[in-house]
C-alpha cells in the first residue's frame, strides 16, 4: 500500500506540472495555484512522519526535542511558501523536500529505517521536488 499510495501521490505534482509547462494559458495560474497548494500539504506530511517516529521511539531528551521540533518546520515551510509569489513558494517547497529527506537519511542512523522506505522516498522526493522546479521555470 505505501508505494501504491505512494506513487499515486506524484500524479498531481506531474500532472500539473505538465499541464502548467505544456497546457493552455487558461489554466496556467488556476494549476500554478493548485500545485502549490498541493506541494504545501505533501510538505506538511513529511514533517509529519517525523512525529510518527519520534512517537514509535518513545523519543525522549534532546533526540525528541530534534525530532519533534524538525516534525513541525516543514509544515511552517509550507505555510510560508504559500505567502510568497507562487515561483518562490514552489522552489521552496522542492527545497523543503529534499532537506525532508536528507534529514530522513540522517535520522535513520539513529533508528534505522527500512531500505525499501529510503528508496520510496528518495523516488518521491525526486519526482515531487523536479515537478515543483519544472513549474516555478515556466
Do not use: N
Request: with cysteine; hydrophobic share 55%.
Amino acid at each position: 500500500p505505501a508505494v501504491t499510495l505512494g506513487i499515486a501521490g506524484l500524479v498531481p505534482f506531474i500532472g500539473l506540472a505538465v499541464v502548467i509547462r505544456f497546457g493552455s494559458e487558461t489554466w496556467y495560474g488556476y494549476c500554478l495555484t493548485i500545485l502549490s497548494f498541493y506541494g504545501a500539504v505533501i510538505l506538511a506530511f513529511v514533517g509529519a512522519l517525523h512525529w510518527g517516529y519520534a512517537i514509535k521511539r518513545s523519543a525522549r531528551g534532546a533526540s525528541a526535542w530534534l525530532q519533534y521540533g524538525f516534525s513541525v518546520a516543514p509544515a511552517l515551510l509550507g505555510w510560508l511558501s504559500l505567502l510568497t509569489p507562487v515561483w518562490t513558494g514552489l522552489r521552496l517547497q522542492a527545497a523543503g523536500l529534499l532537506v525532508c529527506y536528507a534529514f530522513d537519511r540522517f535520522a535513520g542512523r539513529e533508528d534505522p529505517l527500512p531500505q525499501w522506505f529510503l528508496r520510496l522516498r528518495a523516488l518521491l522526493t525526486v519526482t515531487g521536488a523536479a515537478s515543483l522546479i519544472m513549474a516555478s521555470w515556466v
